[in-house]
């Protein structure tokens, strides 16, 4: 069973950064992709940045192109997400998720999930 531990969390003001990461277990040596979603209030989850153990890598978002990358860390098992210049409008609840890079490739959803963590930007 894959286990994703989301951390890096919190509160900042606009402009300021915060670096996310998801620790995975129970990966066992497969092929996996590990991608950022978020829920912001009152708004459907959507994608943000998701990498692939082949350092494939897909934007979801345009909105933070420039400001969000995704990178990782293969021996620890764990998926960093560095966000830069935060707006407002990027307050959510972040969450990290998995899937199987052969679902990752055919377009399939990812079928595990942290808890998610939250991230709140001030103006």
């Known amino acids: 069973e894959v286990q994703l531990v989301e951390s890096g969390g919190g509160s900042v003001q606009a402009g300021g950064s915060l670096r996310l990461s998801c620790a995975a277990s129970g990966l066992n040596g497969d092929d996996y992709a590990i991608g950022w979603f978020r829920r912001a209030p009152g708004k459907e989850r959507e994608g943000v940045l998701c990498?692939?153990?082949?350092?494939?890598?897909?934007n979801y978002a345009d909105s933070v192109k420039g400001r969000f990358t995704i990178s990782r860390d293969a021996a620890k098992n764990t998926v960093y997400l560095q966000m830069n210049s935060l707006k407002p409008e990027d307050t959510a609840v972040y969450y990290c998720a998995a899937w199987a890079a052969r679902l990752y490739y055919s377009g399939s959803t990812p079928d595990s999930w942290g808890q998610g963590t939250q991230v709140t930007v001030s103006s």
């Open positions: 990498i692939s153990s082949s350092d494939d890598m897909t």
